[in-house]
């Protein structure tokens, strides 16, 4: 297995610390971490999905938690086997784990469980004060906000003109 050294990146860069430690961990992902098997997909410019093959479990078996920027899967089987007697057990019933790292202002907006898949619905919610924002150039020292704002600021100005004439 290779191995990067991300050392001349850390003296070099400022606030990329998680995109390195991130950047580490898919490096040493383990195969058992591979189950359920899982897609992740784009559905629109800021939403995504998540959907995960979970057969043989249940809504109330399957546990979802997002903190910060980490959204946690676990699914684990109630016992059941004493009430059945397996001749052949293919589908996995086995406990699992699956972390999901999401980026910044990424909420889970539902989730839902249909014919085996886990569909899990993500959305990037950016604040409007996070947003990128137009600042205009002029004579005037003026703070100028939001695009919808602009309009708003201009006429402030006009005004200003008008009283100091």
């Given at each position: 297995?290779r ?11 400022v ?12 490096a040493?992902v383990?195969p058992?971490?591979q ?18 093959a979970?057969?043989g ?28 007697e397996?001749?052949?057990r293919?589908i ?5 784990r699956?972390s ?26 950016v ?30 100005v ?8």
């Amino acid at each position: 297995m290779r191995t990067y050294d991300f050392a001349p990146l850390y003296r070099s860069t400022v606030g990329f610390d998680r995109l390195f430690s991130m950047l580490d961990q898919a490096a040493r992902v383990e195969p058992s971490t591979q189950w359920p098997p899982y897609d992740i997909e784009k559905v629109a410019d800021d939403a995504y999905r998540i959907t995960m093959a979970v057969a043989g479990f249940s809504q109330d078996e399957i546990e979802l938690t997002q903190h910060d920027t980490t959204l946690l899967v676990t699914g684990q089987k109630k016992d059941k086997d004493g009430e059945r007697e397996y001749l052949h057990r293919g589908i996995a019933a086995r406990a699992f784990r699956q972390s999901f790292s999401l980026a910044d202002h990424v909420k889970v907006t539902g989730a839902s469980l249909e014919n085996g898949l886990l569909a899990v619905d993500l959305k990037r919610e950016v604040p409007e004060a996070l947003k990128p924002r137009r600042i205009a150039i002029g004579g005037t020292r003026t703070a100028i906000g939001q695009d919808n704002a602009l309009a708003q600021v201009e006429n402030r100005v006009a005004e200003d003109r008008v009283r100091a004439a």
